[in-house]
């Protein structure tokens, strides 16, 4: 015999499952054409200097699109060298910095752009005398 207990516990369940099943249905939405402000994206500080995270999110081309600006404070680095399946671009906004590519470390400034390809081992740290910062355009798009 089926109780009023067994009815709600099973209301209960169906209820938890559909809802569960519907927030891992949902997509981030569509990144459209925007204006960030600089002034109006906060800087996180980290262990190692700041970040600030622009955005990320799908576009209509791409699964993911992401930009974030890193401060590093002098002589630190990031994280290790590390490789990922996605592809990069760092574009040094102000201070020199040491890029791992290739297997070398090239010494840039200002203006520079490193483009760091898919699994290939790569790394930045601050090679100045003053803070470096530069900017993190990342792509995935399979």
Known sequence: MITRRDVVVALISVTATLCTIA???QKAPVLGSAVF???AIPARETPVGSVRQ??????????????H??????????????????????????????????GEWKRVGPGSVIFNASNQLHGIRNAGSGAATY???????H
């Open 23 to 25: 927030f891992a249905g």
């Open 37 to 39: 402000d600089w002034n």
């Open 54 to 67: 622009f955005f990320k999110g799908p576009t209509a081309t791409l699964d993911e699109l992401e930009l």
């Open 69 to 102: 600006v890193t401060t590093l404070n002098r002589g630190q680095a990031s994280h290790p060298p590390h490789q990922h399946p996605n592809e990069e671009l760092v574009i040094v906004k102000e201070g020199t910095v040491e890029a791992l590519v290739n």
């Open 135 to 141: 900017l993190v355009i990342n792509w995935k798009s």
